[in-house]
C-alpha cells in the first residue's frame, strides 16, 4: 500500500562519532542511492538534539505518528527502507513491531502524535 504523500526522513548531519566523522552525511548518501519502495523526501537537519547517539532520524508523514530514532548506520539502509514501508502501510504511522527491523526497534526513541 502506497500512501499519497511522500514519507519525510529528516537526518541529522551535525553528529560526530569517533570513526568515520559525520554518520548522518553518510547515512543521507546511503539513503539517497537506495530508492525505496514508497515516496521518501530526505532532509538534511541541523542536529535533533540526541549527539550522543547518532545518527539520528526522524521520521514523519501528515496526519501519522512521528518517530525519533537513534544509532542508525549507513548500514542500515535497507532496513530503514523496510521500516518506511511499514510505516507508509501503516494508517497512523504505527506497523506493528514485528515490522520493525531491529535496528529500528532498538533505537527508538520517542513517538510524536500527528498534529490536530
Known amino acids: 500500500?502506497?500512501?499519497?504523500?511522500p514519507i519525510d526522513l529528516h537526518i541529522?548531519?551535525?553528529c560526530r562519532d569517533n570513526a568515520?566523522?559525520?554518520?548522518g552525511e553518510h547515512l543521507y548518501n546511503a539513503m539517497?542511492?537506495?530508492p525505496?519502495?514508497?515516496?521518501?523526501?530526505?532532509?538534511?537537519?541541523?542536529?535533533?538534539?540526541v549527539c550522543?547517539?547518532?545518527?539520528?532520524i526522524a521520521v514523519s508523514s501528515p496526519s501519522k505518528w512521528t518517530y525519533v530514532i537513534a544509532g542508525i548506520e549507513p548500514s542500515h539502509a535497507a532496513e530503514l527502507c523496510n521500516y518506511l514501508?511499514?510505516?507508509a502501510a501503516s494508517p497512523h504511522g504505527t506497523p506493528p513491531l514485528k515490522d520493525r527491523p531491529p535496528a529500528?526497534?532498538?533505537?527508538?526513541i520517542a513517538r510524536i502524535p500527528p498534529r490536530g
Open 1 to 5: 500500500m502506497q500512501q499519497a504523500e
Open 12 to 14: 541529522c548531519v551535525t
Open 20 to 23: 568515520d566523522g559525520r554518520p
Open 32 to 34: 539517497n542511492e537506495r
Open 36 to 49: 525505496c519502495a514508497v515516496p521518501v523526501r530526505l532532509h538534511r537537519v541541523e542536529c535533533l538534539s
Open 52 to 56: 550522543k547517539r547518532p545518527c539520528t
Open 85 to 87: 514501508d511499514a510505516y
Open 104 to 108: 529500528i526497534r532498538a533505537g527508538t
